[in-house]
């Protein structure tokens, strides 16, 4: 093994260390790539890095982050998904489960508007789980319920992970959001079975709203309710992702007016401020700064690890996996699934999948189809105990009388169901290729 090959390692030994300290992701990222850099070849090797930079952040498409973000932001700072959430529950009220199948369809739905998993299950856990434990509902399910439906984000387009997967890949936007539908409206829809089927069996774990509570609403003014609150989001999404998939506009395009109907859905439903404005730009500007601060730090981490023969270390490392493309494929699964537990879906795209895609384009992997596995992965990473973020997130908002252990048995059912899903979308990549090629993309 070479000197330079040996400083990849310990670069990569380097920044897990620091990860592990406490340092942020950002500034690891950044220290390592400079450090290990300046030793194997010295400063010279960071003259590349300016115009690294600017090539990655002037990227065009960069400005559908803040646009979807925003448009997230805007419905969750309205408290839109307050009226959301009672309307979708009281129409499947009556069913035993009913409140948590709720919970899924309106996880599916702010997945699709925010694609921010730390917001959604925040927002679920406050608005919901008191509700659902007055309800009697059992602690576990109705965690497992708001974890599993909070993580829909990471999956359901327009997930910011699509976006920056398709730099990294290389892909179209579109094609990705495409490819995303299927897989992501399956696994909804395994969660609404399994609630289905376990109140069915134990309906004690998730009664039913009580009839008269039911009946002290009229039927017409919950669908007057339904129409106002839920049609419009359901609209907004529909149009947003029918044009960039049906190739009327560019991610960029579709954002903007994203963004706007936001607003327009916002004061439809009577709950714009300009304190809701100033929040969600406040909001989106954090987030947004944040992604693009860890996508510059990350440009020269890659630059010094390319310089350090890093690549053909990782590409000799595969060639003593046995079983072929299928073993290296679950490697980065697993590795994945892992690094899910410890640092976000930002860091991970930008660190493991660029180290290993030399590979997989050398074997002929269709990368739509590698990109759904790694999504499909996070997303169960992100619900695996005991380091599950989803699992802290709700930590933080939940009442005291829900224990961890409470949301460790509850989300186990789901982790089980997630990884059924990367199993599926493994054996039937049809699942995720049907519909961009369907429709030509």
């Known amino acids: 093994m070479s000197t330079t090959e040996i400083l990849a390692l310990l670069m990569l030994l380097g920044f897990f260390v620091l990860l592990m300290i406490g340092v942020p992701v950002a500034l690891t990222l950044a220290t390592t790539g400079f450090v290990f850099g300046v030793i194997g070849f010295g400063p010279g090797l960071f003259n590349l890095l300016p115009a690294r930079i600017y090539g990655v952040v002037a990227n065009y498409q960069w400005l559908a982050i803040p646009l979807f973000v925003f448009m997230g932001v805007m419905l969750e700072k309205s408290r839109l998904a307050d009226d959301l959430l009672d309307v979708v529950g009281h129409i499947a009220g009556g069913v035993k489960g009913g409140m948590a199948i709720g919970i899924i369809a309106v996880g599916v739905l702010m997945g699709a508007t925010t694609g921010i998993v730390g917001a959604t299950v925040v927002t679920l856990g406050l608005l919901t789980l008191p509700t659902l434990l007055r309800r009697g509902y059992d602690p576990g399910i109705a965690c497992g319920a708001i974890c599993a439906s909070g993580t829909l984000g990471q999956i359901i387009p327009p997930s910011l992970i699509l976006i920056l997967l398709a730099d990294i890949l290389q892909l179209s936007v579109g094609t990705l959001f495409a490819a995303a539908v299927v897989p992501g409206f399956m696994l909804a829809g395994i969660y609404c079975v399994y609630i289905f089927i376990l109140g069915w069996l134990k309906p004690g774990l998730m009664p039913p709203i009580p009839e008269l509570e039911r009946d002290a609403v009229s039927r017409r003014e919950l ?116 690094l899910g537990f410890f640092i976000e879906w930002i860091e991970i795209s930008y660190i493991a999948l660029p180290l290993f895609l030399p590979v997989f384009i050398s074997q002929n992997v269709d990368l739509v189809w590698l990109a759904m596995l790694v ?43 997630q990884l059924l899903a990367v199993g599926l979308v493994f054996l039937y990549p049809q699942l995720a290729l049907w519909l961009p090629k369907a429709i030509g993309w």
């Not at 560019?250 to 709950?271: K, N, W």
């Not at 010094?304 to 290296?328: H, Q, S």
Request: glycine fraction near 8%.
């Open 375 to 417: 999504c499909v992965t996070l997303q169960t990473s992100f619900l695996t105990p005991p380091f599950g973020w989803a699992l802290f997130f709700l930590r933080g908002v939940a009442p005291p009388q829900v224990t961890t252990r409470h949301m460790y048995i509850g989300v186990l059912p789901f982790v089980a169901m």
């Open 223 to 338: 669908w007057t309710r339904f129409f106002k609150v839920v049609v419009p989001p359901v609209l907004l999404v529909a149009a947003v992702l029918g044009s960039i998939i049906g190739g009327v506009a560019a991610p960029t395009e579709a954002a903007s007016m994203g963004a706007l109907g936001a607003i327009l859905v916002t004061a439809f439903s009577g709950r714009f401020s300009f304190k809701v404005l100033r929040e969600t730009c406040q909001s989106t500007t954090k987030i947004t700064a944040m992604m693009m601060f860890i996508l510059i730090c990350a440009q020269v981490f890659a630059l010094a690890f390319r310089g350090l023969r890093g690549e053909d270390l990782i590409t000799a490392m595969f060639e003593f996996l046995p079983g072929g493309v299928n073993a290296d494929i679950w490697f980065l699964i697993l590795l994945i699934l892992v």
